[in-house]
């Protein structure tokens, strides 16, 4: 059975860093593409940014680019979305995934894409 456990969310000022975690078991982690997506309070959940099963490819939504990183370590089975330059904007539930074909990126921008979600983890930046 897959498991993602996310961490690192919190609540920070508008300008300041977090980085989350997002921890998997029980699937071959470096076959699958695995994205991050958000919902804030009253919005559908969407796109943040996605990671290639070897970490070639990344994509992001357009507000976070320059601001946001993804990365992964296969050894640890484990992405990350380092945050940089917080606006209250950002402020949402984050939340990892795996998507649900090996060594595709395909509609990766799209929820019904991946078949395994984390439990998601609360970012609050404060203005």
């Known amino acids: 059975q897959v498991q993602l456990v996310e961490s690192g969310g919190g609540l920070v000022q508008a300008g300041g860093s977090l980085r989350l975690s997002c921890a998997a078991s029980?699937?071959?982690?470096?076959?699958?593409?695995m994205g991050w997506f958000r919902q804030a309070p009253g919005k559908e959940r969407e796109f943040v940014a996605v990671i290639s099963w070897n970490g070639g490819t990344t994509y992001y939504t357009d507000s976070v680019k320059g601001r946001f990183t993804i990365s992964r370590d296969n050894a640890k089975n484990t992405v990350y979305l380092q945050m940089n330059s917080l606006k209250p904007e950002d402020t949402a539930v984050y939340t990892c995934?795996?998507?649900?074909?090996?060594?595709?990126?395909?509609?990766?921008?799209?929820?019904?894409?991946?078949?395994?979600w984390g439990q998601g983890t609360q970012v609050t930046v404060s203005s």
């Open positions: 995934a795996m998507h649900q074909m090996r060594y595709r990126l395909i509609g990766s921008h799209q929820e019904e894409k991946y078949d395994y």
């Open positions: 029980g699937r071959t982690f470096s076959d699958y593409a």
